[in-house]
């Protein structure tokens, strides 16, 4: 028994696939949607449209978009990587990364690099900290007994 076709005009999992890499590569190259949408000449709605899937990119287009954003059209359809992978685009995609990466980018020392990368791995340590310390609370307050350190 064969798949059934998707009507004409409905999207697809590819389509929104398609749409957030569209998302992601415009974030990444520092891109607002309205200056993404300038540059192929559509509304800022439509790129919207485009990044949540509502909308399909046809041929065309998404070769238009692939040249704004440097990448192949191929780099849309690639599969995704793992989540919990430590390193690669899943990372990228929690708020304030590409910031972060694009800010550590413009640091032409390298000691200053180190001493960046310490402050933020000693923030992170801080803050997990933090969030064991409010799941103990939480625990307590809900009759449970906490966790001991």
Known sequence: M???TPKPKQTTAIDHGVGSRIAFLRAANGLSQSAL???LGVSF???QKYETGKNRVGAGRLQAIAE?????VASFFEPEPEAATENGPAL?????????????????DDQMRRDVIALVKSAARIGHGTADIAAQQRSATNGAAAPSA
């Open 2 to 4: 064969s798949n059934p």
């Open 68 to 72: 704004r954003l440097g990448v192949p």
């Open 92 to 108: 990228l995609r929690v708020a304030g990364a590409v910031e972060l990466l694009r800010a550590y980018n413009q640091i032409t």
């Open 37 to 39: 949408a300038s540059a």
């Open 45 to 47: 709605q439509q790129v």
